[in-house]
């Protein structure tokens, strides 16, 4: 079974493999024993700021790519893919880049009984508003292309990549279970926001019956991406 793991090690797995030339395809899959809050590049000036607001004990990590505030946690199941320039999955641009692995999580979540569907990009913008004001500093607060959603429009699945001359780094991050929306949202100064960010998100227990563990749905993920990329260098679920 998959151990877990802490976004510290996450995100030097990530940096890691982009310090060379990427010649084949790696992957890991990754869950997380206890909350951590991660920030965007561009959050960097709220560092001190999120940091004064955190209970005892809980991680605050910074980024090297963009988007909004995550939070880590029990309830979440990450997945970092990383790929040549010239691969198939991301040679047709940044926005196409993310079909493939938002296409693998629906096969995935489909096999477990949890039905989503990948966001195309034409359809963004209507989700979008069909679902009300965005969250626009929180990663889960808004949707983006070939993000995952339930039938009702409520994001469960999100995608982020970092492009770099070495190579390309998809991640993925799905909720499993309800994450707790009022630390993060306490954390970064908007409190408010807890009710919006439930009502915009769903996680896969309560689509499934029974719910899977985060643990089942790592080693999907795991042997899901294996098979798609069959050449790629996956780091073993037990490290």
């Not at 951590?36 to 090297?64: D, F, M």
């Not at 990009?121 to 969250?135: R, S």
């Not at 770099?164 to 499993?176: D, E, F, M, S």
Request: glycine share 8%; aromatic share 4%; charged share 15%.
């Amino acid at each position: 079974m998959p151990t877990t793991h802490t976004v510290e090690q996450e995100q030097a797995w990530n940096s890691r493999q982009l310090e060379a030339p990427v010649t084949t395809p790696r992957f890991h899959v990754w869950t997380y024993a206890t909350p951590t809050i991660v920030l965007g590049c561009s959050q960097r000036a709220l560092h001190a700021e999120v940091a004064g607001r955190l209970p005892q004990g809980l991680a605050l990590v910074q980024r090297p790519s963009g988007g909004g505030a995550v939070l880590t946690g029990p309830w979440l199941v990450g997945a970092s893919v990383v790929l040549p320039v010239t691969h198939p999955w991301v040679s047709g641009g940044l926005v196409d880049s993310y079909r493939a692995l938002g296409l693998l999580h629906v096969a995935v979540l489909e096999g477990l009984g949890i039905p989503a569907c990948a966001l195309p990009d034409t359809e963004v913008a209507q989700a979008n508003a069909a679902m009300g004001a965005t969250v626009d500093w929180a990663c889960y607060g808004s949707l983006a292309p070939w993000e995952l959603t339930d039938t009702r429009g409520r994001k469960l699945v999100g995608l982020a990549q970092r492009r770099q001359r070495n190579g390309i780094l998809l991640v993925a991050g799905t909720l499993n279970t309800v994450p707790d929306w009022p630390l993060l949202c306490h954390a970064l100064g908007h409190p408010e926001a807890a009710a919006e960010m439930r009502r915009r998100t769903v996680a896969c227990e309560e689509l499934a019956e029974p719910p899977c563990s985060a643990q089942t749905l790592a080693a999907r993920l795991h042997q899901a991406l294996a098979q798609a990329l069959p050449n790629a260098e996956a780091t073993p679920e037990t490290c």
